[in-house]
């Protein structure tokens, strides 16, 4: 491997990667936090791909989860920690550099 094919690769992160992962991490980094149920009906997900996913991403430190009673029910809300956003920035980048500009011109 090229230093350049190495120097692209920083930051690429499997474990973001998988598609319903990487979708989880970009609604909770644009959304801050998000209550489970409203991350599955936005990602059309059943409640147990998307638990596991998710614990996939807390098992890694990047998804933290808080649970409190609204509405007399227990919900858990999910949000990304510093290390799960760091993560899924480089993650990001990464795929900016392998993919090159998006501009044809350059």
């Not at 760091?86 to 044809?104: C, E, F, K, T």
Request: aromatic fraction near 4%; proline fraction near 3%; glycine fraction near 6%.
């Amino acid at each position: 491997m090229s230093a350049e094919t190495h120097d692209r690769l920083e930051g690429f992160d499997t474990t973001i990667h998988a598609p319903n992962r990487l979708r989880i991490c970009a609604l909770l980094d644009a959304a801050g936090e998000a209550e489970f149920g409203l991350v599955q009906q936005q990602l059309d997900l059943s409640a147990s791909v998307l638990s596991k996913h998710v614990t996939v991403l807390m098992d890694a430190g990047y998804v933290e989860q808080r649970k409190a009673v609204r509405d007399t029910r227990q919900r858990v809300w999910l949000r990304l920690t510093r290390r799960g956003r760091d993560a899924y920035q480089g993650h990001l980048a990464a795929l900016r550099a392998i993919v090159g500009p998006s501009d044809p011109a350059l």
